[in-house]
């Protein structure tokens, strides 16, 4: 069970020139939200124009007056981002698991799951995908058929009816999150709220006090936040926002067979080694489609996603 939500300090923290440890919480601008190791919480400034510390980030800070300073970011494992032709955001860093919530209503797009899971994949992150709302019988079937390349690939996808049967989803989402840090994305409506409020019941309240510490006193849309889900903070859950538009600028074009794990299991059975199993002859894709008749094949939706993100990719390549 999660704790009450822990008061946001306030001049607490004692003043003094040592370097301490911190987690980054929560962020807004660049000001961040940073938990000691004892579970006080308070706002820290980055030092000078030093890099952006992110929701995940270890720091070392110090205390100045009744605020910090972030000294130092240590180094991250890895970091979840996206990246479109101007900019990048950054959701989370130091991540176990992805967590990708789509629901049988509303109807989810392909595209963006596959660019979340590319993303995922490119910096070494494990992305889980659950299918929400599975009371929602005929829709949750046609998403259930949906998804079946990605029931397919190593990671299947968890189904879940996250209001009709919250205790049973608990204990099945606990068997796979405990003891990690699990970022949770989806696009609006799927249940990523319903997800966190049933994991950690205080997060709403939370999320208020941190917003409006980090807005000097105006209430505004939360940025991404971390909750802790057990007492003894061992399981981490972060909520963010910015689902769609999913820029995967970061990635080369010739990177990409190798994020999708239907299409790599392929890609080493071509006849050139810089195949890019678009139209070469003996491209092991292209001869495991699903459209050549190949039994188990590669779905024909997913090699298509495949050539769109393959020539986007390439596009942007001009510098
Ligand atoms: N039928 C059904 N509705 C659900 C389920 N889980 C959440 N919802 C509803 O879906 C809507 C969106 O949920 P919310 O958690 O706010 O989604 P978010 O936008 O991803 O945060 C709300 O009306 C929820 O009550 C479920 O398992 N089944
Ligand atoms: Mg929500
Ligand atoms: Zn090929």
């Known amino acids: 069970m999660a704790k009450p939500p822990r008061a946001i300090a306030k001049g607490s923290i004692a003043t003094g020139a040592a370097q301490r440890d911190g987690l980054v919480i929560a962020s807004h601008g660049r000001h961040c939200l940073v938990e000691t190791p004892e579970g006080e919480r308070l706002i820290c400034h980055p030092r000078g124009k030093k890099s952006q510390a992110v929701v995940g980030d270890r720091v070392k800070w110090q205390a100045s ?6 000294e130092k970011i240590e180094p991250r494992r890895n970091l979840f981002y996206r990246q479109d032709e101007i900019r990048t955001k950054s959701f989370a860093a130091n991540l176990d698991h992805v967590l990708i919530l789509i629901a049988a209503e509303p109807e989810f797009s392909e595209h963006q799951l596959a660019r979340a899971l590319i993303a995922a994949e490119a910096a070494g992150i494990t992305p889980i995908i659950a299918l929400n709302k599975s009371d929602l019988a005929g829709p949750f079937e046609r998403a ?24 049973v989803d608990r204990a099945s989402l606990m068997k796979l999150l405990a ?58 859950l972060i909520d963010s926002p910015g689902f769609q538009e999913f820029g995967l600028h970061h990635i080369a074009p010739m990177q990409l067979a190798s994020l999708m794990p239907d299409i790599a299991a392929h890609a080493n059975e071509c006849k050139f ?12 894709v292209i001869s495991n489609l699903e459209s050549t008749g190949s039994e188990d094949g590669i779905n024909s939706t997913r090699y298509r996603i495949y050539g769109e993100l393959f020539s986007e990719l390439s596009q942007k390549r001009y510098t």
């Open 65 to 70: 007056e009744d605020e910090g300073t972030i």
């Open 273 to 284: 080694y810089n195949c890019t199993h678009l139209h070469e002859p003996g491209c092991g």
């Open 144 to 167: 259930w058929a949906r998804l079946a390349p990605y029931r397919r690939m190593h990671h299947g996808v968890l189904p879940l009816s996250l209001k009709a049967s919250g205790d």
């Open 179 to 236: 003891g990690k840090s699990t970022l949770v994305l989806g696009p609006s409506g799927a249940g990523k709220s319903t997800l966190i409020n049933l994991l950690v019941p205080s997060a709403s309240a939370l999320t208020n006090e941190i917003s409006y510490a980090l807005n000097s006193g105006k209430h505004t849309t939360t940025s991404t936040t971390w909750y802790w889900v057990d007492a003894e903070r061992t399981t981490g």
